[in-house]
Structures are given as C-alpha cells and as structure tokens.
C-alpha cells in the first residue's frame, strides 16, 4: 500500500495565490504596439484591436507563452510543496526460517521420492529466491532473513543477513539428526536474535534496551512435517507478547499417511530372583492402513540370537472416517492412530553384552507392498549388563530384628552388619565403596572430610534424617500421624499401600526452598518418606523412627525396603548395574564407582 502527500503544502499555496494572479495581470496590462502596413481599411478594426488591452478586465486571449509561463510556475510550486511518495509494502521484512532436522525428517515421501528435509531445504531456498532486494528506486529496504535448523535443540545456521547466497549454503548445509522435534528452544533462539526495542526514559532521556521486547514485526517460516509436541503453546506465548507482530508460516512437509515400520521400544529386565534369566522386550509400531508383517531380528555382541516374525495390526482412523490401503488418499488429510504390537525374548545370560534388535521384510510380505519410508528407525540398541546381586551393609546400633528379616529375605550377594562407629572406619579407609546400598537404623554415617551430610554412596535411612538441604527442616514437636498420600509410580513405592500405617511419633518437618529434595510420601505432619539425589549421593530417607509405628509388623513395610534397596542398587545405582534406555537427544548422567581409572 502507498500514500501521496506534500510536506509543505501551505507554502506552496500562498506562492500559488501570489504568483498566478500576478502573472495573468501582467497579461492584461500589456501592450504590445507594431506597425502594420494596410492596403485597406477593411483590415484596420484588426488593428485597432490592441489598443483595447488598456482597458482593464478584458477577455484574455489565446497566448502560448502565456500557457508556457503557467506550467512553469505550476512546476515551480510543485517542488515548493515538496511532495512525498511513501511505499508501505515493500518495506525490508525480518523472516526467520526454521527448518526441522529431526529424525521423521528422513522419510522418504517427499515429492519425487526425495526426502522430507530435502524438500524441506527445497522449499526454503524458493521462499530465499523471492526476498525483495534494495535497488536504485527502493534503497536501504532489502528483505533480511536468519536460518535456524532445530530438533529437540536448536542451532542458528546463518545470522540475519539480505545475502541470498549465504542463506542457500546455510540451508543446504543442514543434516539430519536421530532425535526427536521440539519447537519451543529454536523459536527462543530466534527471538534472542532479533534487535531489542529502544525506549527513552522520560525522566532521564536515556535510551533503553527492553529485555524481551523486539524491535519492529519478523516473520517466521516453519518448515516441519509437524506432530511439534510444544507448538501450539509456543506459538500462543509468542502472538501474546505484546512485542509486535509475528505471524508464523506453517510449511508441512510429507504426507501424514506415509507408510512406516518403526521400533517404538526396546529394554531388558533381569529376573529378580534370577538374574540370569533375561527378558528383552521390543515393542514396534505400523503407520500403514493394512497389517505389516515383518521379521525382528535379536543380536547380541553383532551375532544373531533370536529371530521373531509378526503382524502389526493396521493403522486405526479416527472414528467417522474409514480408509483403506487403495482409498488411503482420500483420507490424506487424517491423522491416523498407528497399529501397535511387540514381542518379548526370553534368554538365559549371565553376561552383559551389546544387544541390538533390527527390523527386516518378512518372506511372506507381498512383492507390491508399499516401502517403508523412514529406515532410521528400524534399528535400535542396548547395552545390557552382566548378571549380579547386591552387596548390602546394615549398620545399626540397637538392633532391629524386623529390619535384619527383612533384608535377609532378598536375594543379595552378601548382607554385612556393621556398628556405627565400625562403619565409619569402612568409610574412612575405603571398604564402604564395596557395598551398592546401605542400610541405616537410626544413624547417620560420618563424611571422611568431618562436614555435615551424608559420604558418596546409596543409603536407605529409617528413623533419621541428614540436615539440610540433603535433609527436611525440623518446625515442630513430635506427635501422631498417618500417610496422607504416596507417589505410587515411583519404583521404591510401587505396590506399597500406606493406609494402615499409624506413626506414634511424628516430628514436624518441612522441605527447605533450597533443597533438592523429592517427597515421596505425605502425612499429617509433613514429608514422611523422601528422595535427596546429587551426582555422588542419593537416598531414600524415612525421617521417622518405625520402631514408633505400626509398620515393621505390615507387609508394606517389606515391599518398601525391597523396592528401596533394589531401586538404589539397580535402577538408580552405579550404572553397569542396569539396562537403560536414553532417548536421542538427552542427556546421560551417571555415577561411576570408587576408584575407577578409565
């Protein structure tokens, strides 16, 4: 859109109403005289004609230099209004070009058999080609983008800039990842990129930056073959900040009924009794109308071990819409839910090993079935660790049969009882590191360096608490008490039903703002079962004494400890202890243990 206007127009117009009349009075009063040779009166009266200018208000006559003087003043006062031509539309844009370069991005159901990045990077190198450029008539207001490629993280691939050429290499240059997709990270990143707004403060006149606040309206072109967990809140947080506007440009890439055989699932338990007994679950999935069947393949140390063929039950639509693997295209615009099954193997090794599990056409599949449009996700792997019990030190200082039951009733690889002050001595010359969870009755061990809080290690604490932030905050006097509520999801409460429990002595207690600290079960009085983790140390701690309650004699109290040794010592343990799955993408943390060199 354009406007048309004059800067000066009341000048112009006074110069206007002065100069013209002056001009056209000038043409009035003159008197032009020229001697004229007649050879008849009859040509006289034309003659006579001018002497009748000195007569005022007379009709003007035809005159071109009079029509040449007009225009020229005309042009005069034209440029005297200095008139202004401004063009809205084709002011320099700010676009951002997100680009998804996750793993679904690898499907090959692009147009043309190409990839979806691939037409992706396509697609954005066309919307680079239309950018406005500055030219002789329109300078200073070129188009400006940034390229930023992103999965569940985000990289700036080329920084705002009007250079077309450095915008392609910035797009070509982006490859895929084997991770999953998150918007929220690359549109933080972008906004982080953006000029910040300025404002003058009234009172000082200095000019201010705004944390938050973006200079001017960009637009954002979002290149993905969707299914973004976060991008409806994202979007919405953006179009509500009051920073200007930001609409976002949705390019979908692929198609949503592309056909597709994935591993959705893949871990490995240990029996608990017997360890060398191996379960290795794998769970697949099929985004097609029609069943699949396909051939799982079980390897072990590269070797193949076990070989599986089943069926995966057809996507199912959304009830209304029915399709089938011919009308499949008329459908194309539903979201399906994909067919899902899995298969369990049943080993018996003691030894770890590096198992991988891969996904291969089945001899009875058709010779027409469709391909599978994404390969990546036809492989997966798990390092599996060798078979091995707990080692478990029970230190106490009065002795507590229900606990030593208890403990004596799991399957351990050794169960040693130390005294309090036996214990710190294992601490201070390094025997305690051969233990995978300790277990203390109403104590707590000492650090080798004399600080307050608990040494490195797994310890599951009864009737004591360390001080904070590893422990909870004494507020009160000891009273009565029952659990209120429990995070029965959690592995150390699985199973365990707190409703009978009734604590005599319950002391008043409450979680530092500082701490760290999980509560893991709720009562009357506070916290009454919880989590402290840290990269050297994590405890379960039950900061009441049982011995004041009901509970050693409930058969919750039991499954409690069980599931507490074996989460400390397996789940959450030193780490060749238990199998675990990462997704791509995150972050693998883990404790190695004392004394390790490589």
Do not use: C
């Not at 951002?96 to 996750?102: A, F, H, M, T």
């Not at 793993?103 to 697609?123: F, I, N, P, V």
């Not at 009882?417 to 051969?434: E, K, L, Q, S």
Request: net charge negative.
């Amino acid at each position: 859109m354009s406007n048309f206007s004059f800067l000066t127009p009341t000048i112009a117009g006074i110069a206007a109403a002065i100069a013209i009349p002056t001009l056209l009075i000038l043409y009035f009063l003159k008197l032009r005289r020229r001697t004229i040779d007649v050879s008849s009166t009859l040509l006289w009266k034309k003659a006579v004609q001018d002497l009748q200018a000195n007569a005022p208000f007379q009709r003007l006559r035809k005159n071109i230099l009079l029509l040449l003087q007009l225009l020229a003043l005309a042009a005069a006062l034209f440029a005297l209004a200095q008139p202004q031509f401004r063009d809205q539309g084709q002011i320099g844009v700010k676009r951002v070009i997100l680009i998804d370069r996750s793993a679904s991005m690898q499907a090959t159901d692009g147009t043309g058999g190409k990839s979806r990045l691939d037409e992706a990077k396509e697609r954005a190198i066309n919307l680079v080609d239309g950018m406005r450029e500055a030219s002789v008539f329109r300078p200073g207001k070129s188009d400006e983008a940034m390229v930023i490629s992103f999965d569940t993280s985000a990289a700036v691939a080329q920084n705002f800039t009007t250079d077309k050429a450095a915008l392609k290499r910035a797009i070509e240059s982006i490859q895929p990842s084997d991770a999953p997709s998150e918007l929220g990270e690359a549109m933080r990143l972008a906004r982080a990129n953006l000029p910040r707004r300025i404002l003058n403060d009234p009172t000082t006149g200095e000019r201010m930056e705004v944390e938050g606040l973006t200079a001017g309206s960009f637009e954002t072109h979002l290149f993905t073959d969707g299914r973004l967990p976060d991008a409806s809140e994202v979007i919405t947080q953006q179009a509500d900040d009051g920073s200007g506007r930001h609409p976002v440009s949705y390019e979908r890439v692929g198609t949503l009924d592309a056909v597709n055989v994935g591993i959705t699932g893949f871990s490995a338990e240990r029996d608990y009794d017997t360890p060398r007994n191996l379960s290795v679950f794998v769970g697949v999935q099929n985004t097609s109308r029609s069943p699949r069947t396909i051939e799982l393949e079980l390897l072990v140390d590269g070797a193949p071990e076990r070989v599986s063929e089943l069926t995966i039950p057809g996507a199912t639509a959304p009830e209304g819409v029915t399709a089938n693997i011919e009308g499949a295209a008329a459908a194309a615009n539903t979201i399906a839910t994909p067919g899902q099954t899995g298969v369990v193997f049943k080993l018996e090794r003691e030894e770890g090993g590096l198992f991988a599990v891969r996904i291969t056409p089945a001899p009875s599949s058709p010779s027409d079935e469709p391909p599978d449009a994404l390969s990546v996700d036809n492989r997966a792997w798990l390092v599996v660790p060798p078979a091995r019990r707990l080692a478990v030190a029970f230190v106490t200082g009065r002795g507590n049969l229900f606990m030593q039951s208890a403990l004596e009733g799991l399957p351990l690889a050794r169960l040693d009882g130390f005294t309090p002050d036996d214990f710190n001595a294992a601490i201070a010359d390094g025997r305690a590191a051969d233990y995978d969870v300790v277990v203390l009755d109403n104590v707590l061990p000492r650090r080798p360096d004399g600080e307050p809080g608990l040494p490195p290690g797994r310890f599951v604490i009864m009737g004591a608490a360390p001080p904070p932030p590893q422990g909870p905050n004494v507020t009160g006097e000891p009273g009565a008490a029952q659990f209120l509520d429990w995070a029965r999801s959690h592995p150390a409460m699985r199973a365990v039903n707190l409703d009978n429990v009734v604590i005599t002595e319950m002391p008043q207690l409450a979680v530092p703002e500082d701490s760290t600290l999980q509560v893991l079960a709720e009562t009357g009085r506070g916290p009454g079962v919880l989590e402290f983790a840290s990269a050297n140390t994590r405890a379960i701690i039950v900061p009441f004494d049982v011995m004041q309650s009901n509970w050693p004699v409930e058969i919750s109290f039991v499954l409690f400890t069980a599931a507490s040794v074996r989460y400390l010592g397996l789940d959450a343990g030193a780490g060749q202890a238990q199998a675990r799955s990462i997704k791509p993408g995150a972050v693998l943390t883990d404790r190695l243990p004392q004394g390790v060199q490589n």
